[in-house]
């Protein structure tokens, strides 16, 4: 019997600090509602990019003529994108969207593909006056790290928040995310 306690009591031990040793490792967001870690790069004129990596704040992003951002999450990410338009000046005004896992493939002009062909389309957005633009189930993204939004016409949209619906892991609790199991740590020997 005494053994038995001293077991499960080093049991216990090596999993409440094994945990925490492998933290690091666990990916998944603290929310279902994700934001861009950084602004990776920017094209063209965009006043204030920084303004939608804060996830909700009142300062703008302003895209004036044909302009681009491209935003890193820090890592990979999945889900369903929105923003939020404050106001537009100009007659047809779009936002378009690419998806990219690399920095190396970063463009306004595709995405990394979601079928073999190895490319996908911008998904556009036609914006007809403030308001929250978002993207249907059925264009949901997934393994992406970096997307830039891109504005090719004439006029201005002003964006206030940019957020991703996470949509990995549809089968566990919003407030549980993070307290999967099954990662691993390896010296490489």
């Known amino acids: 019997m005494k053994l038995q306690a001293v077991v499960s009591a080093l049991l216990l031990h090596v999993s409440l600090t094994g945990a925490a040793k492998f933290e690091q490792y666990i990916l998944a967001p603290d929310s279902r509602t994700v934001v861009p870690a950084s602004v990776y790069k920017v094209n063209g004129s965009v006043v204030g990019p920084q303004a939608l ?15 681009a951002v491209t935003y ?47 490319i996908d389309a911008p998904l556009w957005f036609p914006i007809t006056g403030p308001g929250v633009y978002k993207a249907d189930a059925d264009h949901q993204r997934g393994g992406f790290r970096y997307m830039s939004l891109v ?39």
Not at 53 to 67: E, N, P, T, V, Y
Not at 87 to 101: A, P, R
Request: charged share 15%.
């Open 53 to 67: 990596i804060s996830g909700g704040s009142r300062k703008k992003a302003k895209f004036q003529d044909i302009s």
């Open 151 to 189: 504005h090719n016409s004439t006029g201005t949209v002003e964006l206030v928040a940019l957020t991703v619906q996470f949509t990995a892991m549809p089968h566990w609790p919003d407030n549980g995310l993070k307290e999967y199991a099954g990662y691993f740590n390896c010296d490489g020997t």
């Open 72 to 118: 890193d999450f820090g890592k990979n990410t999945a889900g369903i994108v929105s923003f939020n338009v404050s106001q537009v000046t100009g007659k047809n005004q779009f936002i378009g969207i690419t998806f990219l896992e690399s920095s190396l493939w970063i463009s306004g002009e595709s995405s990394d593909g979601t079928v073999v062909t190895g």
